[in-house]
């Protein structure tokens, strides 16, 4: 894998393997396997988890660790992503974890990388989040297995969402049996995503029998088309209640990939709930981005060198 810019730059079997990276990192870590490459995580927006992870993930590895934050960089001075890039390449940058509000800012620079420098895309306006996808995809198979005969929902503002449609082509290339997408009309994908989506315009319908449940908050960053719904309003028809998660089978999954609005898309008793994986998929997220520069940093890299 040179770059991961979105879900279409994997494939079942690396997908597999990348998950297989990430068992056997969360049993023992190798002696600093990316020692001598340096890492830049070049952020453009705000981020508490994916930037951290990053950062954490690289570290770990034994990897130099820059954090550019476009309001502190020249960014300000009017530097274009493209020279910045170029700039950072200068210095012998390998590895560029991107996050920009512009999409396809991360193929932009994969298309520009020079040979040995990596892209991955950490964020770009409303179209990708693949390392999102990837650990929320990694932390329901350890907790529901086969995710081939589950039915996964995704609720929420799916239109103005990257994680929604990366994690829709995650779980349909690894065959979830069903997803179901549930928006109010103005926060629905138009057109549908392909594959074994069904559509629905209320959450009770969509919950009910569910073997999983991802929520997502409004993101009212990218919204401006309409108005932002009253809150209140909100969580009585799309928040996610102890009542609504009744409906979903017994041991139904809670998952939603932050930053969390309480009391919006989510209610505190079931964010913190028992059912809820929400700190798991954070925790996970370090150990999957960490299986993503290992296969890219060091291609076919022995799993049996992990000691276990
Ligand atoms: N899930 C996610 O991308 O969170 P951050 O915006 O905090 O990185």
Not at 50 to 66: P, S
Not at 89 to 113: D, T
Not at 172 to 181: K, Q, S, T, V, W
Request: with cysteine; hydrophobic share 45%; charged share 20%.
């Amino acid at each position: 894998m040179q770059h991961l810019t979105d879900i279409a730059s994997l494939n079942s079997d690396s997908v597999t393997r990348l998950f297989a990276i990430a068992d056997s990192l969360r049993k023992a870590m190798p002696a600093r396997p990316l020692a001598g490459v340096t890492a830049v995580n070049l952020f453009y927006e705000a981020s508490t988890r994916t930037r951290a992870a990053f950062e954490l993930a690289a570290k770990q590895l034994g990897a130099d660790v820059i954090n550019l934050q476009s309001q502190t960089s020249s960014v300000i001075k009017g530097e274009s992503l493209v020279d910045t890039f170029h700039n950072l390449c200068a210095m012998g940058i390998r590895l560029f974890n991107v996050r920009h509000p512009k999409v396809g800012s991360s193929h932009q620079l994969a298309e520009l990388a020079p040979d040995g420098v990596h892209i991955i895309n950490a964020g770009d306006g409303v179209h990708a989040h693949p390392t999102q996808a990837l650990l929320d995809a990694y932390t329901l198979s350890k907790n529901l297995g086969d995710l081939t005969d589950k039915v996964i929902v995704i609720a929420g503002d799916l239109r103005h969402s990257r994680v929604a449609r990366s994690n829709i082509a995650l779980l349909n290339m690894l065959g979830a049996r069903e997803i179901r997408l549930a928006a109010p009309q103005e926060m629905q994908i138009s057109p549908a995503p392909a594959g074994n989506i069904i559509e629905y315009s209320d959450l009770d319908s969509a919950t009910a029998g569910a073997d999983a449940i991802m929520m997502l908050r409004i993101q009212r960053e990218r919204i401006t088309e309409m108005e932002i719904p009253d809150a209140l309003t909100y969580h009585r028809q799309w928040g996610l209640t102890k009542g609504r998660l009744a409906t979903a089978s017994a041991d139904c999954k809670v998952l939603h990939p932050g930053p969390v609005n309480r009391e919006v898309e989510i209610s505190s008793e079931v964010l913190d709930g028992p059912q809820s994986l929400v700190l798991q998929q954070v925790q996970f997220g370090v150990f999957v981005r960490m299986a993503v520069m290992l296969e890219m940093l060091r291609p076919g890299y022995e799993l049996n060198s992990v000691e276990c």
